[in-house]
């Protein structure tokens, strides 16, 4: 069965940025695993066999080719002719969300892609040489995020944020199921220790789509995020399980956010610290 497996860890700082993207991809009767690796100045991708590629079978974590990547840090040793990384980061507590993202969705068979989040926010600390650059994380920041499934969708959106007072993360993207397709939305919004969540299965809509902006809507509720000052580099992305399509994340980029409920604004902010995909 073609299929992929992923998982995304950010790592940041006040002024760094790096994103490891450890992954297992299988198609037409063979397979592969990889590692990509993407800072504020590029992106780089490390092959693995398949076979090197393996999940805990207790708690958080995988390896690939020796790298470990769990719920304690990342520990990286990767080198090809373009790029070396060495180093490794310990992470604080995680900080999960609630209940599976994909709440009822979770038990649809035959989902192109499913979305999993491991960690809202927690504490970064230590240092990874990439090419020579040293990403220190003396009291950085870390997400941790994962996807499944066949192939990423047609068309989507991807943001995650830090920030002062909380951090985020929203999907909006093209679902297709049974021969015809939906816009799905998936998002968690945590502000000042607590944890508001956007998904389709709530209610929540698109209300707008363009122009590097989404703003969605539930109940009371409306968010959008906009893409001001896009900075991206290409990454491999699966189609029916091979990493034969090229899309292009800004780790970190200028965004600005605006949260409201009920009419009154929690925050509207601008940052350099977003991560986008659009």
Not at 232 to 246: C, E, F, I, Q, Y
Request: proline share 4%.
């Amino acid at each position: 069965m073609d299929c992929f497996r992923g998982w995304y860890f950010k790592c940041q700082s006040d002024t760094q940025t790096l994103a490891v993207i450890p992954a297992a991809h299988f198609s037409g009767g063979g397979g592969s695993s990889s590692v990509q690796v993407i800072t504020d100045s590029g992106a780089w991708t490390f092959d693995f066999p398949y076979e090197e590629y393996r999940e805990y079978k207790k708690g958080f974590g995988v390896s690939v080719g020796g790298n470990v990547f769990d719920a304690d840090g990342l520990n990286l040793r990767l080198k090809n002719s373009a790029c070396t990384v060495e180093g490794g980061v310990r992470f604080g507590p995680l900080t999960p969300i609630r209940y599976d993202i994909m709440g009822p969705f979770k038990a649809v068979p035959f989902m192109e892609c499913r979305h999993s989040v491991v960690s809202m926010r927690h504490s970064v600390a230590g240092e990874i040489n990439v090419n020579g650059e040293i990403f220190r994380f003396d009291d950085g920041t870390g997400y941790i995020e994962g996807d499944r499934g066949r192939s990423f969708p047609r068309e989507y959106i991807w943001t995650q944020c830090h920030f002062n007072g909380g951090s985020l993360m929203l999907s909006v993207a093209h679902i297709p199921m049974l021969g015809l397709g939906f816009t799905g939305i998936i998002g968690v919004i945590m502000w000042r220790g607590r944890e508001y969540r956007l998904a389709t299965y709530l209610g929540a809509r698109a209300a707008k789509i363009a122009d590097g902006e989404v703003t969605v809507r539930q109940g009371d509720k409306r968010f959008t995020a906009r893409l001001v000052e896009k900075k991206s580099h290409p990454l491999n992305a699966p189609v029916d399980g091979k990493m034969s399509r090229t899309i292009h994340e800004s780790a970190a980029c200028v965004a600005r956010y605006r949260f409201e409920i009920a009419g009154e604004t929690l925050f509207d902010l601008t940052t350099g610290r977003a991560s986008f995909e659009y």
